[in-house]
């Protein structure tokens, strides 16, 4: 007399709250400053000011990292996303020194 019970998919967590996406994620992080880690070993840090669906990153005063070294600084960068390994949120913050 029972349907078979086959209805029942119920795979997923489920506890309640909300899920966030990487997405939501990179949405959130927007406007504040982040590390960017290439597959080549070199850090950008500086302001995320936006990205696409291809990971293309936009950053503003942006500092280059080799070897945890301060190399380079640029005003603006342009990261092509297949060249990215990981985006971070950064500890630093810029109003530090106003």
Do not use: H
């Not at 406007?31 to 840090?45: A, E, F, H, T």
């Amino acid at each position: 007399m029972s349907s078979g019970g086959s209805s029942d998919k119920s795979g997923s967590a489920g506890g309640g709250g909300a899920v966030k996406t990487p997405s939501d994620f990179l949405k959130s992080i927007r406007g504040r400053p982040v590390v960017v880690k290439l597959n080549s070993g070199v850090d950008y840090r500086g302001i995320l000011a936006c990205l696409d669906g291809y990971m293309n990153i936009a950053m503003e005063q942006t500092e280059e990292y080799v070897n945890g070294q301060l190399k380079n600084k640029y005003g603006d960068a342009f990261i092509r996303g297949n060249n990215v390994l990981y985006i971070s949120t950064s500890k630093r913050t810029l109003t530090d020194g106003a």
